[in-house]
C-alpha cells in the first residue's frame, strides 16, 4: 500500500497553501463581520484552475483526481470554511451535475463559464419541510408549453443570494419514487422566485438563501439532460461529496489544532508556556492524533472515489468520522484558549462554530450512522 501523495499533488497543496494564506486569510474578518461572501473570488478560483480541479482537462477541467480535490479542500478550510462552502457549492454541487449528465448545449451555457469563475452556481435540493428524506421532496414541477412550471420552496441553498443560476430539484410526479425527481437549471433572477438571505452562526461569509418558488416558468432546455428522472445523478453527487465534504472538515480541524499550539506554547502560567503542562500537553495529544485518523480515513475515501468503488456506507463513515473530530478539535481548541478562546481575535471560536454546521449539513451523523447500519445488514 502507498501512502504518499505524488509530486503533482504536494505541488498542488503548496499552491492551494500560499494562496489560502495570501489572498484568503486578509478577507475572513471582514467577510465574517459583513456576512457576505468576496464575490470576485470565484473569478480568482477561475483563474487559478480551482474550480476546474476535479474535472477532466478535455472539458475545461485540471484534470486531478478526487485525492486533490480534497486537498485542495483541506487546505482551504484550514484558513476560512465559509470560502470553502462557497466554492464546493459551486464547483462540486452546483455543476457537477451538469458535467454528468448534461447536454452539450447546457455545458456550453451553464458549465464552462461557472468552471471560468464567470457565473456562479448553487444547488437547491434541501426544503423546509423535507428533512433528510430527499425522495419526499415538495417542490412540483409541471409541463406546460415550452418548458415546466415550479412551485415550492427551498432552504439552506448556499450560494443562492449571489447565484446566477441554480442546479434545483423537484418533483415531476406526484409519486414517491426516484424517477419522479428531475433537475432543472434555473436563471436568476427569476420573477418566480424569491431569495431571502438568512442569518447564521456558522460560516457566516458564506451566503446562504431560503427560496419561495411561485409559479416559475424553466424552459424545456433547462430541465438537465433534458431528460425525465435524474435522482441517481443527484444520490452520485451527495456520495461523492460527502468525502468532500469531510475533507473540509478535515482542514477545520487542522486549523483549529494549529491555532491551539501556537497558543499553548505562547501564553504562559506562572513563567510557563501552557503547553508544558500535562493537562494541556494531552489534550494536544489527543486532538492530533485524532486528526490523523480523520485524515487517512478521508484519503482512503477519495481513492475509493478515483478507483470507482465508492459506497454510500464507506462514504458515511468518512463524513462521519471527519466532521464529529473537527467538532471535538474545535470545542478543544476553544478550551485550551480559556477567555481568549471566546474572543473574536482568535479563529478558533469561528471554526467551531463552521464545524458544528457540517454535523448537520451535507446529512446529519444521525443519517450517516443510518447508512453505515444499512451497511452491515440492520
Known amino acids: 500500500m502507498d501512502f504518499a501523495f505524488t509530486p503533482e499533488q504536494e505541488a498542488l497543496r503548496r499552491t492551494v497553501r500560499r494562496f489560502a494564506e495570501t489572498e484568503l ?11 457576505s461572501f468576496p464575490r470576485s473570488l470565484f473569478r ?3 483563474e487559478l484552475g480551482l474550480i476546474g480541479v476535479r474535472y477532466p482537462a478535455e472539458d475545461g477541467g485540471a484534470g486531478f483526481d478526487k485525492v486533490s480535490d480534497c486537498i485542495l479542500r483541506e487546505e482551504m478550510s484550514r484558513i476560512c470554511q465559509a470560502f470553502a462552502s462557497s466554492w464546493s457549492a459551486h464547483s462540486h454541487l452546483g455543476i457537477w451535475p451538469i ?13 464552462r463559464p461557472a468552471l471560468a469563475g464567470e457565473r456562479i452556481a448553487g444547488f437547491a435540493l434541501s426544503e423546509p419541510d423535507g428533512g433528510s428524506d430527499i425522495r419526499a421532496l415538495r ?8 418548458g415546466w412550471r415550479l412551485n415550492g420552496s427551498k432552504l439552506y441553498i448556499t450560494n443562492a443570494p449571489i447565484a446566477d443560476f ?7 410526479r406526484p409519486e414517491l419514487t426516484p424517477d419522479a425527481i428531475s433537475l432543472f437549471l434555473v436563471e436568476l433572477p427569476n420573477p ?6 438568512l442569518k447564521k452562526e456558522g460560516i457566516r461569509a458564506s451566503d446562504t438563501g431560503l427560496l419561495h418558488i411561485a409559479d416559475a416558468f424553466v424552459p424545456d432546455d433547462c430541465l438537465l439532460g433534458e431528460r425525465i428522472g435524474t435522482y441517481p445523478v443527484i444520490l452520485d453527487s451527495l456520495s461523492e461529496n460527502r468525502v468532500g465534504v469531510a475533507a473540509n472538515a478535515l482542514g477545520m480541524a487542522q486549523g483549529a489544532l494549529e491555532a ?3 497558543y499553548a506554547k505562547t501564553r504562559k502560567v506562572r513563567g510557563r508556556p501552557i503547553g508544558q503542562y500535562q493537562a494541556i500537553a494531552h489534550k494536544l495529544a489527543d486532538m492530533a492524533a485524532g486528526i490523523e485518523a480523520a485524515r487517512w480515513l478521508v484519503y482512503y475515501g477519495a481513492w475509493r472515489v478515483d478507483q470507482g468503488t465508492l459506497d454510500a456506507a464507506t462514504a458515511a463513515k468518512v463524513k462521519l468520522v471527519a466532521s464529529e473530530c473537527a467538532v471535538r478539535v474545535s470545542e478543544a481548541a476553544i478550551r485550551i484558549h480559556g477567555g481568549a478562546g471566546i474572543m473574536r481575535e482568535y ?7 463552521d464545524a458544528l454546521v457540517y454535523v448537520i449539513g451535507e446529512g446529519t451523523s444521525e443519517i450517516q450512522r443510518n447508512l453505515i447500519a444499512r451497511g452491515l445488514g440492520l
Not at 458535467?99 to 458549465?111: D, L, P, V
Not at 441554480?166 to 415531476?172: D, I, M, Q
Open 347 to 353: 479563529p478558533v471560536g469561528r471554526i467551531h462554530r
Open 166 to 172: 441554480l442546479t434545483l430539484a423537484a418533483r415531476t
Open 260 to 262: 491551539a499550539l501556537d
Open 192 to 197: 418566480g422566485i424569491a431569495v431571502s438571505k
Open 44 to 46: 480568482r478560483f477561475g
Open 139 to 146: 417542490t412540483r414541477a409541471e409541463k406546460v408549453p415550452g
Open 99 to 111: 458535467w454528468k449528465a448534461g447536454t452539450e448545449a447546457q455545458k456550453a451555457r451553464f458549465f
Open 25 to 35: 486569510a486578509p478577507l475572513v474578518r471582514e467577510a465574517e463581520e459583513t456576512e
